[in-house]
């Protein structure tokens, strides 16, 4: 009865996830383990090394925490524009455009995300070079991938997709290598 109770409840409440003992309590990844908790934020002021503003959020990942963050903290400083540092875990482009729009200059270091790949034995974006004069792209075969004619809205971002032929693909030795099976 008590599951049932919960169940209803969930869905009632349109929340994907209901802790019994912390109501505002997520299931957060740290670490590699899945915990009950929170993920707190703050922005400290560089100059006088106060915080500037907080914020305790229950979605795991800082992706979509750096334009409320640095706008609380832009707020809470009375100035016209702010510089925002902050780590790989919150890179994000929507966000880093956000934070443009509204005067925030975001230093953020793009997010190297290839180790997932190499340890699939999988080629990253890095390993496919840029060719200027073709406004192409040349995989580790040596095909050349080139720019579909019409691009793609991605969160707001318009973004170039580049392809090579599905014969010349289909036949390549390294095809695993290069998309998912």
Not at 29 to 54: C, P, T
Not at 81 to 103: F, I
Not at 154 to 171: F, L
């Amino acid at each position: 009865a008590r599951v049932k109770a919960d169940l209803t409840e969930l869905a009632r409440s349109g929340q994907t996830q209901l802790s019994t003992t912390d109501a505002d309590a997520r299931l957060l990844a740290k670490s590699g383990q899945r915990v009950a908790g929170y993920n707190a934020q703050i922005a400290v002021d560089a100059k006088h090394k106060l915080i500037a503003a907080d914020a305790v959020v229950n979605d795991g990942n800082d992706s979509g925490q750096l334009h409320p963050m640095a706008l609380a903290a832009k707020e809470a400083l009375g100035v016209e524009t702010l510089q925002a540092l902050a780590d790989t875990g919150y890179y994000n482009g929507a966000q880093l455009k956000a934070c443009e729009d509204d005067g925030i200059v975001a230093y953020v270091p793009q997010a190297r995300r290839t180790d997932r790949l190499k340890a699939q034995g999988r080629f990253s974006h890095a390993e496919f070079s840029y060719v200027a004069d073709a406004d192409a792209y040349r995989c580790p075969a040596g095909e050349l991938l080139t720019r579909t004619p019409s691009p793609k809205t991605n969160g707001g971002r318009i973004e170039s997709r580049y392809v090579s032929r599905k014969a010349v693909c289909d036949g390549c030795s390294l095809r695993g290598r290069c998309v998912e099976k």
